[in-house]
């Protein structure tokens, strides 16, 4: 079993609809958590970050940690096709080692 | 604005040949890693430096080497590169104090070895 699992997709949706996405870890470690947004052809920009539990929200996007379901989610409200890219989750806890997931890519149609 | 250059965006080179993947980065990070990427397998770390001349496997070190002279500068090297590691090459880079871990990733580096 991977330490942290994401469907890869793809994900398609409408302009405007607003877009789930997640990640499970097996980890109970696991307290800083990460969503990068990789256009392609492109390295990974991180979009946001969330220490242990909770909500965070910037913009448009919103980063959930459940801790005690070991689930994390990215929320894209009013989604644009701009936002069109892989989101890939990633997690370390002490050690440092940063542990991401396979990344789902979205497509939000015009 | 903070920035991990990977000179070599594209490259095709023949099985057997020798790859250098070049990485800058000019934060003054301490910490620097390099990945690929494969559909399906996500990101699974090679090699990481955390001082100038200092290197640490990953996860997938074999085939692969690494070279850190210098602070700003990080090289990958494929000694006889073989088909399987055609893939995208990811560099970043990190403060040793960033306590959540969060890396600054370079453009990547295409490789297609024929």
């Known amino acids: 079993q991977k330490e942290v699992e994401q469907d890869p997709g793809p994900l398609s949706v409408p302009e405007g609809a607003i877009v789930s996405l997640n990640c499970t870890y097996s980890n109970s470690a696991f307290q800083y958590f990460m969503w990068y947004r990789q256009y392609s052809r492109k390295g990974p920009e991180l979009l946001m970050y969330t220490y242990s539990s909770g909500n965070k929200e910037d913009g448009r996007f919103t980063a959930q940690v459940d801790k005690s379901s070991k689930y994390i989610s990215l929320f894209i409200r009013d989604s644009q096709p701009s936002d069109s890219a892989t989101y890939l989750c990633a997690m370390s806890g002490n050690t440092g080692k940063l542990i991401f997931g396979q990344g789902t890519t979205l497509q939000v149609k015009p | 604005d903070v920035k991990v250059t990977q000179s070599s965006r594209y490259l095709v080179k023949r099985t057997g040949e020798k790859v250098f993947l070049e990485c800058v980065q000019d934060m003054d990070h301490e910490n620097m890693f390099w990945y690929r990427q494969d559909p399906g397998l996500g990101l699974r770390l090679i090699y990481f430096s955390y001082d100038v001349k200092m290197k640490e496997k990953g996860d997938i070190p074999e085939g692969y080497s690494v070279s850190r002279e210098k602070k700003e500068r990080f090289s990958l090297i494929l000694e006889s590169a073989s088909t399987n590691q055609t893939s995208m090459y990811l560099c970043?880079?990190?403060?040793?104090?960033?306590?959540?871990?969060?890396?600054?990733f370079g453009a990547g580096s295409r490789l297609t070895v024929l």
């Open positions: 970043a880079s990190k403060r040793t104090n960033s306590g959540a871990n969060v890396l600054t």
